[in-house]
């Protein structure tokens, strides 16, 4: 089965290089978008079942500042 990417390496570059680093390798890209890609479906899942919760079909902003904590 092939994982769905979400985050493009363009977008892990300019972000590495954003805060400070010089040169980013394509397994450093590769990394960073693993791990924010995990992290990210922790707080869609956790955010989802905060607007069930609440009785709706809508995850707002809220909901995803909430699930972040």
Do not use: P, W
Not at 16 to 24: K, S
């Amino acid at each position: 089965m092939v994982k769905q990417k979400f985050l493009s390496h363009n977008a892990m570059g300019k972000l590495l290089r954003a805060v400070g680093a010089l040169r980013v390798s394509d397994d450093a890209q590769t990394a960073l978008a693993a791990v924010l890609e995990e992290k990210a479906k922790v707080i869609a899942t956790e955010a989802k079942k905060m607007a069930e919760h609440a009785g709706r079909k809508t995850v707002t902003e809220k909901d995803i500042y909430l699930a972040n904590k």
